[in-house]
């Protein structure tokens, strides 16, 4: 019968614990207000909302405000970490949930304050803003209204309100019901400390779960971390909760499992250790123990920080499990007995560590196991055909020379990758894989690390000065001097290649990140083939091992001047669905080709639409693939002038007219800012075919 009570104990205790953590956390309005402001002292946090803000002001905004996206979010942020917001922010937070459990009537969280005190600060940044900024915004984050769901949350509430007090009160009734009954009190209690430890951890297995669970199904990545932190703050109290009883629970256990009057925990290290000797004695389980040690080490190695906190938890549960037994022996003495010595700290650590670290070793690797990093491959394409080449059948039997398609020039310069000043695009390399360009040009950088973001490493001894002729020497000099108070990197910081636009300062990607996202794609989407055209500001070993990497050059076309073409299906068939070009340095593999040996353009500094043309520019007259430059030069280039250059009529004149001019094909439709026009539409019309949606 004590068996059975304390089962049923451990049992209420678990069920308890969650309504007690339910109800503090998510029914009560200030505790769950309270720990909604908690949430903006983290960086994930306040970046995704910095994100909602800024989205807002782009969208009802001027279209020009792109260009400093990274100006808004520094505003948005800066607004959403000061005191004032968490506290505006937490008194809407706690109307909104009273909505929802008290019945109140509808509700509207707004943002409007946010947007007035954010168009200050950045005017306050940069009197340019000032009346750019638009008056309105939708800043209404979501509406509640009662009739919505109050049927259902209201009585909830009232429910995980009264079992928040009743289930714990009734775990204690019947744990100590079970410890009164049983015929040995000890023996009891030691079952209860482990009951306690199983609720506990539990409790911190439900939270691992729940922060992966919640986490995976958020994407981008950034808001995917932003529901991770959110999880953790509101899973904080029950945290500590879990804690508190599994160190409960093992000293309980340790101080009581020896089955003396005395309690002394000595009998059980020794069971436990003759236990795990006796166990290890096949070849299979003792290789197994040290794998389990190699693999406890590494991770003390790596964090060094989990080596502190494991060693003083239990040092913590050791003290606490001498102490209980003090207490109990003082409580229930052995009549005549005389006291035992405890055993020194050292022995119990000791004894402990051999039967302890097996246990942390398995919940550590499970721990890891569950955080492992997510595939962040794109999915599949809606549209796509299933026997389809680049999303038309008709495509299969063309080679790449006879195929046009849609290109971004500076792919990786969008306005929602961090960082990106004076962007081209919205959106970043996997957006436009996804919306159907097929073209990437990119520039490759070296750059380094430092505190402020990523200083530009010049390799060409010319770098500068093409700039300064690109740009113009008072710009390149603002570069300078905003990479003198950027600072120097530490001795210990590599240099990377990323992908700047000349000014790694004003905007850098990771190589590698950029094309980890285009490995994805390509195998999330097995009948897709992609063009990458590198700027090379780096030697071509330093690019091509990055695609080594990064896995691409086992999915890159190989293609020897003179040597004829492979059809799309032949491409897709070798699983050779990627072509790698640079402008200045082909030395590198086979597979990454001399760009304009391969390929011919059209002139690309136009500075106005009138000055458009279909001249030859870089690239040899025999050079199969031609490249049509569809942009107008600017320092910040303009979402108006791409949405006069990328509308359908305009786009597909120019291309018909270079195609007579230049006898090709445009393979590759280069333009800015993407999401503007109907460059998708006009490669497909090229290509002789009708996706669904164009």
């Not at 005017?123 to 900024?133: H, I, K, N, P, S």
């Not at 590698?512 to 071509?540: G, K, M, Y």
């Not at 999915?555 to 072509?579: K, V």
């Not at 270079?658 to 998708?680: H, I, M």
Request: charged fraction near 20%; charge should be negative; include cysteine.
């Amino acid at each position: 019968m004590a068996r059975v009570l304390i089962a049923l104990g451990t049992l209420l205790l678990l069920a308890g614990s969650l309504a007690l953590w339910a109800e503090r956390s998510f029914i009560d309005s200030r505790g769950f207000a309270a720990r909604a402001a908690s949430t903006l002292q983290r960086e994930p946090v306040r970046r995704a909302l910095a994100d909602v803000i800024t989205d807002q002001v782009l969208e009802y905004g001027s279209a020009e405000l792109v260009t400093v996206r990274p100006l808004l979010e520094a505003a948005a942020a800066e607004l959403i970490g000061s005191p004032p917001f968490r506290a505006v922010w937490q008194t809407g937070m706690r109307e909104a949930h009273a909505s929802f459990f008290a019945g109140d009537d509808a509700f509207v969280l707004r943002l409007t304050d946010a947007m007035i005190v954010l168009t200050a600060l950045l005017e306050r940044l940069d009197e340019r803003w000032v009346g750019r900024l638009p008056e309105e915004l939708r800043t209404e984050l979501t509406v509640f209204r009662r009739r919505d769901f109050a049927a259902q949350t209201l009585p909830l509430g009232a429910r995980v309100r009264f079992l928040a007090w009743l289930l714990p009160l009734l775990a204690l009734l019947t744990l100590a019901a079970g410890v009164a009954t049983a015929r040995s009190r000890a023996q009891a209690v030691a079952r209860v400390g482990i009951g306690a430890t199983v609720v506990g951890l539990v409790l911190l297995g439900l939270l691992i779960v729940a922060a992966e669970l919640t986490s995976t199904l958020f994407d981008p990545l950034a808001l995917a971390e932003a529901v991770r932190a959110v999880t953790e703050v509101f899973g904080a109290g029950l945290q500590r909760v879990a804690v508190g009883l599994v160190a409960l629970g093992l000293a309980l256990a340790v101080a009581a499992a020896s089955g003396a009057r005395t309690l002394d925990p000595r009998p059980l290290f020794r069971a436990a250790e003759a236990r795990w000797e006796a166990a290890a004695q096949p070849p299979a389980l003792r290789v197994a123990r040290a794998l389990l040690a190699l693999a406890a080490a590494a991770a003390f190695l790596v964090r060094p920080e989990l080596a502190l906190r494991a060693g003083a938890a239990l040092i913590g549960l050791l003290v606490l499990a001498w102490a209980l037994a003090e207490i109990l022996e003082v409580a229930d003495p052995e009549p005549g007995s005389v006291r035992r010595d405890r055993p020194a700290a050292g022995a119990v650590l000791r004894h402990a560590l051999r039967w302890v670290l097996p246990v942390a070793v398995v919940a550590a690797l499970a721990v890891l196991a569950v955080r492992a990093p997510r595939n962040a491959s794109l999915a599949p394409l809606a549209w796509s055909e299933p026997d389809a080449c680049n999303g038309s059948a008709l495509l299969c039997d063309r080679t790449l020379p006879e195929v046009a398609l849609a290109a971004t020039h500076n792919a990786m310069s969008a306005s929602s990758e961090r960082g990106w000043f004076f962007a081209s695009h919205v959106g970043g390399i996997g957006e436009q894989l996804s919306a159907g360009i097929r073209g990437l040009l990119i520039d490759a950088w070296f750059g380094v690390a430092v505190e402020g973001g990523v200083r530009t490493d010049p390799f060409h001894s010319d770098d500068r000065a093409e700039l300064v002729a690109q740009y113009g020497d008072e710009f390149v000099a603002a570069r300078d001097r905003i990479a003198a108070r950027m600072g120097l990197a530490g001795d210990d910081v590599p240099r990377e290649v990323y992908l700047c636009h000349g000014f790694c300062e004003l905007g850098a990607t990771r190589l590698a990140d950029s094309l980890t996202v285009v490995r994805d794609f390509l195998a999330a989407n097995p009948r897709e083939i992609v063009i990458v055209f590198v700027e090379d500001h780096v030697p071509a070993a330093a690019v091509a091992g990055v695609f080594r990497e990064v896995g691409l050059d086992r999915m890159a076309l190989t293609h020897r001047p003179g040597e004829s073409w492979p059809t799309l299906a032949e491409m897709i068939e070798r699983n050779q669905r990627i072509l790698i070009m640079a402008e200045r340095d082909g030395s590198g593999p086979d597979w990454y080709h001399a760009g304009f040996e391969l390929s011919q353009e059209t002139p690309y500094s136009f500075r106005s639409p009138e000055d458009l043309s279909c001249k030859p520019n870089r690239g040899l007259a025999e050079s199969p693939l031609f490249q049509l430059n569809h942009w107008i030069e600017r320092v910040t280039p303009s979402p108006a002038d791409a949405e006069m250059l990328n509308r359908y009529e305009f786009l597909l004149r120019r291309a018909l007219e270079c195609q007579t001019e230049r006898s090709r094909t445009p393979n590759l439709l280069a333009v800015n800012f993407y999401g503007l026009g109907d460059v998708v539409r006009v490669a497909d019309t090229l290509n002789g075919v009708t996706r669904s949606g164009n």
